[in-house]
DNA sequence: TCTAGAAGTTACAGACCGGTAACACCCTAG
DNA sequence: CTAGGGTGTTACCGGTCTGTAACTTCTAGA
């Protein structure tokens, strides 16, 4: 019979969720695959039973991240179906949220910036993740009806990407702070052309 | 009598600008102190005679790279003696070109990722140096007679913050491709306000 | 109840890490 | 010529890292 209490959830999904909360806070060269799965309530031979190496934990972990950005996504569709532009504001607001909540950044572009081998295999999964997410914006604002939609997206993304790092270098009272409102301000100019 | 030749150089001068090329190149846990003096064709004892401990080193890295931008605005304002649009201009031009050359994004905000203790000492001066290079692009928009030269100021802090590590997880191709485009677009809306 | 497979335990290998000690060397200033 | 400081060399310490082997314990399903 299965019980559905917490403590009984796999080992493997234990370990995933616990290694991307830790590689989320410390980095992945900052925690090693012992204090994983200690904190995973389990041991270092389960883990590589389930996993091949740290670097194919890493990949799946990134993997469960972009899951969880899709989920976000379907969650702007559904409070505002159909309508592109509140989606778009709701975008910004989701992002603006994680910025005040979180503090240390994308795990991707983290994890991009720590891995700097330029043949290190998460760096192919990386492209491909962080590829999709601007596909994604792009196509919202094109539906959102904005002429320049490219353009838009684009720079929304590097203004979030860049309010993020910049959380961690400067700190909460740095460029991050008139995030939202350089957004809305972009989002206003590109309405109007 | 002293020698000008290159090979002459003092050991900690040489260890710091070896430390600090293989720092951006490889991150901060990425590189040992081992490699690093050998690289600097020298050994450890004398980078611990010069240097209290890596972290320290770290730091010296940093402040050398904040003195080396020192260096650019400098010469900003000698091509552009008096014109401070112009210089603005020539800091997007800047920015532009190590984006292209470069690959590797800031070596403060990479290290602000990476060393993600919150106590860690090099955090603070990551922290200084990043808000005396704000203070300087504000002034600069202020004196370049724009009207909200805070926000255009922060808002191309952000731009180029973003499009240096979009640059490492997207690639060239992905928005940060876009840089120039829209920090002269900023610039000119907000000339018109 | 019996059994097969999943999970836990312990120990270990081999490499690398930051940092230090002891000692030999060289080069320059006096 | 000589003394002394900067430098090079070698060896080492204790710790941590990823990854593996061999063995025991647990648990779910027939």
Redesign the interface.
């Known amino acids: 019979m299965e019980d559905g209490t917490a403590e009984r959830i796999r080992p493997r999904d234990r370990i995933l969720e616990t290694a991307r909360d830790m590689f989320h806070?410390?980095?992945i060269?900052?925690v090693g695959v012992d204090a994983i799965t200690e904190a995973a309530g389990t041991n270092k031979m389960t883990l590589y039973r389930h996993f091949e190496s740290k670097d194919d934990l890493v990949i799946e972990c990134l993997r469960a991240t972009a899951c969880s950005a899709n989920a976000m996504w379907q969650k702007f569709e559904a409070e505002h179906p159909g309508d592109k532009l509140a989606q778009l504001h709701a975008w910004v607001r989701m992002a603006a949220d994680c910025l005040m909540m979180d503090g240390?950044?994308c795990d991707?572009?983290?994890a991009?910036?720590?891995l700097?081998?330029t043949d290190h295999p998460a760096r192919r999964v990386?492209?491909e993740l962080?590829?999709a997410q601007?596909d994604r914006l792009v196509g919202l604002c094109r539906d959102a009806g904005i002429g320049q939609a490219e353009?838009l997206?684009?720079?929304l993304?590097?203004?979030?990407?860049?309010?993020?790092?910049?959380l961690?270098?400067?700190?909460a009272e740095?460029?991050?702070a008139?995030?939202v409102?350089?957004a809305e301000g972009l989002i206003t100019?590109f309405k109007a052309r």
Chains 1, 2 share one sequence.
């Open positions: 806070k410390h980095g060269k900052g240390r950044g991707m572009a983290n991009a910036i720590e700097s081998e990386i492209k962080k590829q601007r353009l997206a684009d720079t993304s590097l203004l979030l990407e860049g309010a993020r790092v910049s961690q270098s400067v700190g740095g460029p991050s008139q995030f409102r350089m100019s």
